[in-house]
T-cell receptor
């Protein structure tokens, strides 16, 4: 079973920041938080991941609470092309035979409105 | 190639028919994964290859499902005697190592009628 819970859907106005929450209250000390998104009829796309520090890349920012029990993915200036299902996943990072699986929940369907 | 390529993009099969789904991973990617995604759900793990070795097939739902990667590059997922419950999108992903840097293909949508 997925170790994360996310709201099933959210709306956001185009040009505004989209803040997608994720709860992972049972996260282990060596587990990272990963975010993927899946645009309709495409495969999932990696967005960002982090352990305990906040992370930022060209796509998004990831804010992880100090207790690591929840996180928020931030899309700073949402566009219509950001409409997708966003998945939050926790797993142990790095290679190794035991670390490869991604266990997915149902994700959050984010709809960007003009 | 630049990305993970899957073919066919869509497949309609009559119940009882055998199907074969192909995945061309990114060149040089050691690890290859198959996932099954039902409508409105997240992907579910099926099987994992490291080069030509199938290290984990615990997610294959029945013995009608078979996957191979004989030369450590292209992989084929075969489903025998398809059933309606096999209707789903089948996703392939590859990575350089075991757990990081997954790149997914666009999937094959299988519809069993």
């Amino acid at each position: 079973d997925a170790k994360t819970t996310q709201p099933p859907s959210m709306d956001c106005a185009e040009g505004r920041a989209a803040n997608l929450p994720c709860n992972h209250s049972t996260i282990s000390g060596n587990e990272y938080v990963y975010w993927y998104r899946q645009i309709h009829s495409q495969g999932p796309q990696y967005i960002i991941h982090g352990l305990k520090n906040n992370e930022t890349n060209e796509m998004a920012s990831l804010i992880i609470t100090e207790d690591r029990k929840s996180s928020t993915l931030i899309l700073p200036h949402a566009t219509l092309r950001d409409t997708a299902v966003y998945y939050c996943i926790v797993r142990v990072a790095g290679g190794g035979h035991s670390n490869y699986q991604l266990i997915w929940g149902a994700g959050t369907k984010l709809i960007i409105k003009p | 190639g630049a990305g993970v390529s899957q073919s066919p993009r869509y497949k309609v099969a009559k119940r009882g028919q055998d199907v074969a789904l192909r995945c061309d991973p990114i060149s040089g990617h050691v690890s290859l994964f198959w996932y099954q995604q039902a409508l409105g759900q997240g992907p579910e793990f099926l099987t994992y290859f490291q080069n030509e070795a199938q290290l984990d097939k615990s997610g294959l739902p029945s013995d009608r499902f078979f996957a191979e990667r004989p030369e450590g590059s292209v992989s084929t997922l075969k489903i025998q005697r398809t059933q309606q419950e096999d209707s789903a999108v089948y996703l392939c992903a590859s990575s350089l190592g075991g757990g990081n840097g997954y790149t997914f293909g666009s999937g094959t949508r299988l519809t069993v009628v």
